[in-house]
């Protein structure tokens, strides 16, 4: 699976951005597309993903009711979108997919099997 992360920029705080995950090689009907992000000098850290044999979204607590998944099957694509950001939000965001991802996991970037390059949000004051 090969994953292609694009829609990252410069944008005000409380503005908005459309990240996109688009993945080929494979179908993913399965697993999970998971979204996290890396501050400079920071871990990565888990944004949001959805499941799909579940048919459930999870989302981090710093980004919940700010940030939506959602997904174009035909077009085996996931999109983060990104509203009221905040300078904190700043951060290169990455893409993920697991083909065993379980609800314990979910959170979890060391159960992700393939990953995306990375796109930049910064999010001035």
């Known amino acids: 699976v090969q994953l292609q992360a694009s829609g990252g920029g410069l944008v005000q705080a409380g503005g908005s951005l459309r990240l996109s995950c688009a993945a080929s090689?494979?179908?993913?009907?399965?697993?999970?597309m998971g979204w996290f992000r890396q501050a400079p000098g920071k871990e990565r850290e888990f944004v949001g993903a959805r499941r799909w044999n579940a048919g459930s979204t999870y989302y981090a607590d710093s980004v919940k009711g700010r940030f939506t998944i959602s997904t174009d099957n035909s077009k085996n694509t996931v999109h983060l979108q990104m509203n009221s950001l905040k300078p904190e939000d700043t951060a290169v965001y990455y893409c993920?997919?697991?083909?065993?991802?379980?609800?314990?996991?979910?959170?979890?970037?060391?159960?992700?099997?393939?990953w995306g390059q990375g796109t930049l949000v910064t999010v001035s004051s």
């Open positions: 090689g494979r179908t993913v009907s399965s697993g999970a």
């Open positions: 993920a997919y697991g083909r065993g991802i379980i609800l314990s996991t979910v959170r979890s970037p060391n159960a992700y099997d393939y």
